[in-house]
């Protein structure tokens, strides 16, 4: 009888399981195409407006650069760039069309650039490419690491980066969104290493300031939801949101549609597994899991989960010259000590049930736990992508300096080396891609952003801002 109950119980389970499963790639998917077919639309709607409301005066033609148009940086040679990188499943400036994936707030001052970088590659790969990005020349993702992982030790050319004269004498701002904001910190940490072949001067004071947007710095217990393995933090379970995430991308990246690629790229070309490379054979190898980057572990998951996350900032510094703030988010909140999800309407669809999962979330009592002292209390609050207790600063394995502000005038004059960091209500992507849902509060955190970066952060003399002089 107790057998045959806890068979029933089991069965259940598996079958809860397997809906949540169907729900969430329901979810997943409908939202990827929403935003695909939206820039589509867009591009259609601009392609056709041109058409039919084309000037007959070609001196009335506004010249806008592209990204492969690169125009140089240097307008106002007093102003450091402002990067804004975008995170997982990100794209740059030049992607899925006229598209922003910061919802056009790179349209507040006049030196911000958009960098596209692999949506799934890992961290330390996509940190190569934001260089090359910016200094010029080809990417080197290294020889030691491409033969690790199995990929081309080269990838995309940039005949003319697009800041070319970066150095401690033109830093730049970064604003990382999510991963983006990991990124940029391993970035900094390359300069110090003097990571980057043939430019031996680089030090960490190229950077001047990075600020973080939901910024992910010490993992996710929502990879484990998504199908890490909370064991190890590397592998994948054999059934999982993750999965059908892989096989996808590999079968996305096999057929190789050069416009389709052209619109919308994961960032693996440097693993070179199209159709007309590796043939039938090599897809089913990369399904199979015996090649490519999701049996490297060389994409963005692995350095997500708390694992992952606390081998990355076992290397990673936080540097006295450079200005550091951090922007939390959550839609949680505690009801009689239980941490719910703090609204219905104000949290986006594709992330609910992830909020609810998260503020839930227990790690597996046989395995061990990912660091010691872990609480599962520490990580309930979250944003449906991200725990709070992560974004903050970095804390693991060493907590980093680091300060609680509830508003910006009270860290200012703002002191190098220290992660000054606020908590916001909303969702984790509630500053992106569609600036409706953000309303008003869009415009407070870019313009307090932006502000920063241009009256308060600066090493020597105050930088002489557009429309001003100095006296």
Not at 330 to 339: E, Y
Not at 358 to 375: E, F, L, N
């Amino acid at each position: 009888m107790c057998s045959s109950v806890r068979k029933m119980i089991r069965l259940w389970i598996a079958a809860l399981q397997l809906s949540e499963l169907f729900v969430s790639s329901l979810v997943h998917v409908l939202y990827g195409f929403y935003i695909f077919s939206s820039a589509v639309a867009g591009d259609l709607s601009l392609a056709l407006n041109e058409l039919l409301f084309k000037p007959n005066n070609v001196n009335n033609l506004e010249l806008v650069p592209s990204e492969t148009s690169v125009a140089p940086a240097t307008a106002n040679g007093d102003l450091p760039p402002i990067v804004l990188v975008h995170g997982i499943f990100g794209f740059g400036k030049g992607r899925l069309g006229g598209l922003s994936y910061f919802a056009g707030a790179e349209k507040k001052d006049e030196r911000v650039l958009v960098p596209d970088l692999g949506s799934l590659t890992s961290v330390y790969d996509r940190a190569r490419e934001l260089f090359y990005y910016l200094k010029g020349g080809q990417v080197d993702y290294g020889e030691e690491h491409s033969k690790a992982c199995g990929h081309s030790r080269f990838g995309r050319l940039y005949e003319q980066g697009h800041y070319p004269e970066w150095d401690e004498d033109h830093p730049v701002h970064f604003v990382g969104h999510s991963a983006g904001a990991q990124v940029v910190r391993v970035l900094q940490q390359m300069l110090v290493d003097k990571a980057f072949e043939g430019h031996e001067n680089t030090n960490e004071n190229w950077v001047l300031s990075i600020t973080s947007l939901s910024g992910a710095f010490n993992g996710t217990t929502r990879t484990y939801l998504d199908g890490m393995q909370p064991e190890d933090g590397k592998t994948l379970k054999p059934i999982c949101l993750l999965q059908l995430c892989r096989i996808g991308v590999i079968i996305y990246d096999w057929l190789d549609i050069s416009w389709l690629k052209e619109y919308y790229n994961f960032g693996f070309d440097h693993y070179n597994f199209t159709w007309k490379k590796v043939g039938v054979w090599g897809l089913i190898d990369c399904l199979l899991g015996n090649s490519g980057p999701f049996a490297s572990g060389d994409w963005i998951l692995p350095d997500l989960t708390i694992q992952g996350s606390i081998r990355l900032n076992s290397h990673l510094q936080s540097f006295p010259n450079t200005y550091y703030f951090s922007y939390a988010t959550k839609r949680t909140k505690k009801i009689w000590g239980v941490t719910l999800p703090s609204t219905i309407f104000g949290i986006h669809p594709l992330l609910f049930i992830r909020v609810l999962q998260m503020s839930q979330w227990r790690h597996p009592p046989d395995a061990s736990p990912p660091y010691k002292g872990y609480k599962d209390e520490d990580w309930q609050e979250n944003d449906g992508a991200l725990n709070t207790i992560s974004m903050t600063h970095p804390r693991l394995p060493v907590e980093h300096p680091s300060r609680f502000v509830k508003d910006d005038s009270e860290c200012h004059p703002l002191q190098p080396g220290i992660w000054y960091y606020k908590i916001v209500e909303a969702d984790h992507i509630f500053f992106i891609v569609n600036r409706e849902r953000a309303g008003v509060q869009f415009d407070l955190i870019y313009d307090s952003i932006f502000e920063r970066c241009r009256k308060h952060v600066f090493r020597k003399t105050p930088p002489t801002l557009p429309n001003q002089t100095q006296h």
